[in-house]
């Protein structure tokens, strides 16, 4: 059995870019992928990346963000139009499981007529993915704003995922409200992908150093904030902290 992998397939902000997909990361080994987000794009950065996405197993959505999720039916309808029968597992905040089927079933995307098999779940504090692999997810503050919304039904929680890989730790922070939403969960050791739209760069100075974290990796960011970050990699670097500005393809160093 490989190594697992884990590689960055979309790293642009909210805000479309012209050579990053939207909010996806894939977690690969051997002939098995299980993504983390799959925003715009998704489908055609794992084929730019030589993921193939009928090795798709699993997906696990942060939150109702278009750039989180919108890559979902263009993945099932590469899935059908390549004649793919398989199974796919789509993990979901479970307040947007009906509204979610019915925008799917409303794109012709029906469970049992197109070719691929899939199935909304709810998303759940602790998931085993394989043997040695596991999920367990935090609810972050990211859509407090929208927390009125839950009057007419609508879905208004997001999270952050740990990934639990061996005796690896993988965090993504998913999008956030403040850093103080994940400090509590961060594992030393930890190899962190952090959301960079939503927080203050001097925070990540001031809160990160010491707690461990064997890497940060900064997504979620706009070109025009990418000047910015570079400069916090070389503040970071004072502090003993390891940023890396990530692109899409990135492979993290686990
Ligand atoms: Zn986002
Ligand atoms: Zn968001």
């Not at 692999?133 to 859509?143: G, V």
Request: charged share 20%; hydrophobic share 40%.
């Amino acid at each position: 059995m490989d190594n697992p992998e884990v590689i960055i397939l979309g790293s642009a902000s909210g805000k479309a870019e012209t050579d990053r997909s939207h909010a996806a990361i894939a977690l690969r080994r051997d002939k098995d992928v299980w993504l983390l987000d799959a925003g715009e794009g998704v489908t055609s950065s794992m084929l730019r990346h030589q993921i193939d996405p009928e090795q798709v197993r699993s997906i696990y959505i942060t939150h109702l963000h278009p750039d989180h999720c919108v890559g979902i039916p263009m993945l099932l309808q590469y899935l059908h139009m390549s004649g793919y029968q398989g199974t796919i597992n789509i993990y979901l905040p479970d307040g947007a499981l009906d509204t979610f089927q019915k925008f799917l079933d409303q794109m012709y995307l029906i469970v049992g007529v197109i070719n691929p098999r899939y199935y909304l779940k709810p998303l759940t504090e602790a998931h085993q993915i394989v043997s040695d692999i596991s999920l367990t997810t935090h609810p972050t503050r990211h859509l407090q704003k929208w927390e009125k919304m839950e009057l007419i039904g609508l879905e208004t929680r997001a999270f952050s995922f740990r990934l639990t890989i061996g005796e690896k730790g993988v965090y993504y922070s998913g999008d956030i409200h403040s850093i103080a939403d994940i400090l509590p969960y961060l594992k030393e050791g930890d190899t962190l992908i952090l959301e960079s739209s939503h927080i203050d760069p001097d925070i990540i100075l001031s809160e990160l150093p010491g707690k461990g974290i064997r890497q940060v990796y900064l997504t979620h960011a706009s070109t025009d904030m990418f000047a910015d970050l570079e400069k916090l990699q070389f503040r970071a670097n004072k502090f003993g902290l390891n940023i890396v500005v990530v692109e899409d393809g990135l492979k993290l160093a686990l």
